[in-house]
């Protein structure tokens, strides 16, 4: 199902402008080439407008905004918008300060969002105006099992019906949304989680996904949540004896570069609901 | 003797707060993750102060500062400090200008660090207001050697002392001290030196150290000063041929991942005086 | 030929001050390290010009530039060239937005540089005012190919005579010349695209070769493009199954490191038109 997707990925090579934090960036970048499409990353407001309409998809991520950033991130936004680009939302940390959340919030009512990507708590404090989130993490308390699962999806889709974009929530089960289906994601492993911006990195990769599907947004942010998780698996199957978080944050990015079509199909593991 | 300190690292998982350089960030990040603690990196000056309430820790690193990240620095050490929050300096190139200079003075003088670790240059720099800083590298001049040992321990208890902190210098002979006692650790090499950013590393993995261990500053300071430099060890005995230092990098962070409470305990080379 | 200049890097460990993007900085950094030479990054305009000054090299990069940052460039370069100081300019993206072009060219205007380093699309766009830029990567239609050599050694001179420094463009084919002589060289990797910003840890190689070799910019200059290939080609023989660009970013640096100036000698492709 998915490999036409990712083929189309290498195919198009599209530009993705990223407006997104100075933790993982260089991981976005690098990840977004190892998927077959070509980043750029800009962020003052005088060249946003300007570089994003050379792009097919925008990311956003405000994992370390400020107010000069978020006035380029809502002037980049806009301007995507007006000219039909796919738009990432990446609400890092939404919960953990009022600048976050309220920045999210000011993002969503500006900018008609194709996807947002983000744990569990961002997404409920996107949704519900308060969550947990425990810094950057999503707080244990929230998060989808397959005991709350059916409970889960319901809230997703619901969020993905009043946002009318994608919600990709991520997590031990990831669930990806448009308001009507809903897949169910069980690629990944725990130890993802010991590794700054494998979120961001799977934010900038849906943006690279959606811009090169642009008939079926779903499917694509479904597809880019799958390689992201199965790189997971695939990059721990490579660790060795004294291989650490570091040698894993590598070794995914490599499974994603070798990653084809084919072993994504083979390897996803989702169920439709 | 430090087994117990590493343990409560990974046991109580604390958020650090991290005003940081956008050279090494992403390291200081994973280095974080890899010893147990979790960060979290927030400059703005709207949120720094929300931000630094949910963190158990607060790590100012002054390696790239400009004017809006310096006030957010003081910002956040205010308000940590009021909360009786655990924070660390590390005044990155001190020395090398006035503004850093002026800087790390200006935060020493509003702000009562826990514990202030840079190199023997930076460190002389605060104490003596001047030092032969070259760029962020120490100057050979200054550094530690067995042959001024008793001089510089005496030196770093009295700026211990004068600071109402710990002082951690690193450099081929690491001094930690409290002003009263001083250890003495020999732990690293010299090949850490060819890789950017050990040293923030170090400061941000001391943030959660001492996070973890609100009892005893001092000790839980030389452990996380023994683990950097024993990571340096275990990381290099893993150099294959053709490997350099980015490959090092990655090694290093890596330990720290694997690194136990026991082979901590085993692997520490130290003194007190 | 360029044994010297590079056993003069390591001799001389030349001190580079970078005005560099949030991307790539990391690699840049280690990159300056591995060769030999010490980075460091400051980019407040209050101090811009004192780092300078004690620095030999000042390597300035546009990748992500802002207001900020432009303005400290200015002040930077200005300061550097004062002190008869070796100044890169790597302008990221120009011709992809306003802000781009018009700042390469404003810093072009107010600057003497020693080096400007670009892909073809980046240099010709400062060279005619126009370039047909994909972002930050040059256009297919621009490439320096064994078609189009003769006239594209010509174009090279001239954008060289006419900024009276050298001139570096990179690509499958890379062009070094001062106006009067042409190196061209074929080393490097298709493969290297693939990874963001081995032309920015070029860029800050570059400054580290010339300020190490005042004398003979040009061949220093020709020295680190040669070194920058040949290690993409010596990290390539190193890739094992399941490597990917990540993997090819820590080999390609680790290959720097452990370059000789006779490894260098032996594996340097070029010719002098």
Redesign the interface.
């Known amino acids: 199902m998915f490999k036409k997707t990712f083929d189309n990925v290498r195919k198009s090579c599209p ?1 993705v402008h990223n407006i997104t ?7 976005v ?2 990840v977004i ?2 998927c077959g499409a ?7 407001r ?2 946003v407008e ?2 994003t309409s ?2 097919s998809a925008l990311n956003i991520n405000i ?6 950033t978020i006035e380029s991130m809502l002037l980049a936004g806009k301007k995507a918008q007006s000219l039909g680009h796919k738009i990432v939302l990446d609400p890092v ?1 939404a919960g ?5 959340t309220n920045t999210a919030k000011e993002l969503i009512q500006n900018i008609q969002f194709s996807v947002i990507r983000g744990n569990i708590s961002e997404i409920k404090t996107i949704a519900l105006g308060n969550g947990t989130t ?4 999503a707080d244990i308390s929230d998060a989808v099992t397959e005991d709350n699962l059916e409970k889960s999806v319901a809230f997703v889709k619901e969020v993905a019906q009043k946002n009318k974009c994608v919600v990709a929530v991520t997590g031990a089960i990831d669930l990806v949304s448009d308001g009507t289906k809903c897949f169910v994601i069980r690629n990944g492993r725990a130890e993802m989680g ?4 494998t979120g961001c990195q799977l934010s900038g990769m849906t943006a690279a996904f959606i811009a090169a599907n642009p008939d079926d947004t779903l499917t694509a942010s479904a597809a880019a949540v799958c390689a992201m998780g199965l790189a997971g698996e ?1 990059a721990w199957k ?1 660790m060795a004896d ?6 894993y ?10 990653m084809t079509g084919d072993t994504l199909d083979e390897g996803a593991k989702y169920e439709i609901k």
């Open positions: 530009l934090n100075y933790v993982t960036v260089n991981d970048a690098n080439l190892a070509s980043p750029i990353m800009a962020d003052d005088t060249e300007e570089i050379i792009c994992g370390t905004l400020n107010e000069r940390g953990a300060s009022a600048l976050r425990k810094g950057v993490d010991k590794i700054t911006g695939l490579k004294g291989d650490g978080n570091s040698t944050r590598n070794r995914i990015i490599d499974a994603i570069c070798n």
